[in-house]
């Protein structure tokens, strides 16, 4: 297995892996530079989002709405947007934020494209909802690490709450769930009774924030995504486990665990009968709720995969794949489900949430990938 690489070259100059800035409290994240960067200079970043939100912000369009692609990235104190319709260039709206290290960002889903409204985390603890054209924020929260005092992780707006509710994951094994509408913050009390056990917390009278916590995992939460359908949010956590839970009520309802490692990522298909994780033992994973098993590992991987996502174009039972390691490479995938013979479907029973233990590499199909471009010298 190849090593991490923490220095690298490319056409784009030279990149280097830097320590983690410890935690800085007391003060609001506040801009110190103003920049619309090149995409062909940008650093490689931590955090690379496409969404696609309406072209205006009528209210009661006549016929269907036009939509526009935005590509959304993080390096470092910055945060960028670009055109996602066009060709890649200068960046729309860029800024940067003193000493706060952006760790996770996500478009609110009600954003259009003169009004957007991006959630921030920040390694201290802090969360904004931060307009990038205006440049200012509408909303903070766990200011000086109020309710937690760890790093953001990953961030999801909740999407049956039209733009008001944002689950903010953090690396001690919790998610925070923020209701935009409530102006109060006051930390939950109540203490977790097993750390290896999932629970939800939600407060009775919803007017304070954070309303519920939900505890996963005893370890750190590194990525979190709703399902297209609405009904699931999974998780991928450090201690290895990928974690499906009800959208609606916070129940386990499946759990994955991986050939070894942590999770670092997770990514739902269109039509959200597949999962797709990567992480610390190289593999692409491709997991089916709906039959209760590993479908097939991908296998070209030679470090840490820290991103996947599947081609939003894919139907039925083929589907593109997108992967990024730290190998520096991206790698595509062609899944066809019907070229393989799935694993019989993990025991399920009344009222238990489904559990899919690692499976030997003999036990499970193999996937290679179809293109292969590198990022890096």
């Not at 820290?306 to 039925?316: N, T």
């Amino acid at each position: 297995m190849q090593a991490h690489k923490k220095r690298f070259k490319s056409p784009d100059g030279v990149f280097e892996e830097r320590s983690f800035i410890p935690p800085i409290t007391g003060n609001v994240p506040t801009l110190y530079q103003v920049s619309r960067t090149s995409y062909s200079t940008l650093p490689i970043g931590q955090h690379h989002d496409f969404v696609n939100i309406p072209s205006n912000d009528e209210t009661e369009p006549v016929g269907p709405v036009a939509k526009e692609s935005f590509l959304t990235t993080s390096s470092g104190t910055a945060i960028h947007v670009y055109s996602g319709t066009k060709r890649l260039g200068v960046a729309l709206h860029g800024a940067a934020f003193k000493q706060f290290y952006i760790t996770a960002h996500a478009m609110c889903p009600e954003s259009t494209s003169t009004a957007m409204e991006l959630a921030l985390g920040f390694h201290t603890g802090d969360t904004l909802i931060f307009d990038p054209a205006k440049r200012t924020h509408s909303h903070r929260f766990n200011g000086q690490g109020k309710s937690a005092q760890c790093v953001v992780s990953s961030l999801a707006w909740d999407p049956s709450s039209g733009g008001k509710c944002l689950f903010c994951a953090f690396s001690d094994g919790n998610v925070l769930v923020y209701d935009r509408t409530v102006a109060e913050e006051r930390p939950i009390r109540k203490a977790v009774r097993d750390p290896d056990t999932v629970s939800v917390y939600r407060r009775k009278n919803a007017t304070r924030n954070p309303v519920e916590r939900w505890h996963l995992c005893s370890g750190a939460i590194h990525a979190i995504a709703f399902s297209p359908c609405k009904q699931y949010l999974a998780a991928a956590c450090g201690d290895g486990f990928l974690r499906v839970l009800e959208a609606g009520t916070g129940r386990l309802h499946a759990v994955f665990r991986s050939f070894f490692g942590a999770l670092l990522c997770v990514a739902w298909s269109p039509d959200s009968r597949l999962l797709l994780t990567g992480g610390e033992d190289d593999f692409l994973s491709i997991w089916s709720l709906q039959d209760r098993c590993l479908v097939a590992r991908g296998e070209g991987h030679e470090s840490w995969i820290a991103s996947v996502a599947f081609d939003p174009s894919s139907e039925g039972g083929c589907a593109r794949i997108g992967s990024v390691g730290g190998d520096t490479r991206l790698l595509l995938w062609d899944l066809d489900e019907d070229a393989y013979d799935l694993p019989d479907p993990a025991p399920a029973e009344p009222g238990e949430p489904i559990t899919v233990p690692a499976l030997p590499i003999s036990a499970v199909p193999t996937l290679r990938p179809s293109a292969s471009h590198s990022l890096g010298a």
